[in-house]
């Protein structure tokens, strides 16, 4: 899992969100689940209140 803030789109948008993207794993929930807690945890420890994803770090790169 990859994940960042998008400090210039939180500002203009007045949002603390994290993005995660790049989420890969073996076939396992507790191992997924474990993964998004890790990425919650770190944004929350960056002042963020919300994760978002999976999408691009930023704008331009569109995650379908």
Excluded at 10 to 33: H, I, K
Excluded at 48 to 61: A, C, F, H, K
């Amino acid at each position: 899992i990859l994940t960042g803030i998008h400090h210039a789109y939180n500002a203009l948008r007045g949002e603390r969100t994290a993005r995660f993207t790049c989420l890969e794993s073996v076939d396992d929930r507790a191992v997924v689940n474990a993964l998004m807690r890790f990425a919650e945890q770190r944004a929350r420890e960056n002042g963020m209140n919300r994760i978002v994803g999976p999408m691009g770090l930023s704008d331009s790169i569109p995650m379908y």
